[in-house]
């Protein structure tokens, strides 16, 4: 299996994911990064790693389609069958989504369907939220939505400034991405309706 990490920033997640892969904890290849901007730092994270990189920057295309065309030919060119998305702040559109079905996975720093969207943690901090959590799922045409595959659950305690709370969701994030795509690969996930079952064993 081949998979894809698509980041647009830090690139903790794909930091985690690729150690994960080269430890041999996930047995797959992490074949190309995909980033959108030319000054992430996941750029240089990949660099070190001696990871393939795509950058494509959506200014250079015309149109979406266009730019997520040229997306596809790098994917198709490294035979990628599996794609995770790591803080890649573009929606794709329905036809990207529908040729992946299935196949594309995301992270999210909430317990979904709460507090979707770019500011997650801010926001069920400051809502009062009295938990908080990180959630693996897989990506429909929706944002934010989808199967979801895994989900860790933290309290937010009284003591938690936005700051802690933050770190203790990035260490989280780093923990379970790793095992979706694990479980992934280990085809033990098992779609039923909208429900991710997973086989023992
Ligand atoms: C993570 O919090 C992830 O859940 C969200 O974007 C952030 C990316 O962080 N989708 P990093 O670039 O992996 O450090």
New binding site residues.
Partial sequence: MNLAVF?S??????LAIAKAVKSGKIKISLALLVCDNPGAP?LDKAKRLGIKVALVKRQDFVSKKDFETRIIQHLKENKINLIA???FMRMLSIDFVRAYRNRII????SLLPSFKGGHAIKDAFFYGAKVAG?TVHFVDEEMDHGPIILQSVIEIKEKDTLDSLEKK??KI?HKLYPQAIKLIVQRKLKLVGRSVRIKAG
């Fill in positions: 980041a920033g830090r690139g903790s997640n794909f996941v998305m790591a803080g995301n992270i999210h720093p990180v969701i990035h994030e």
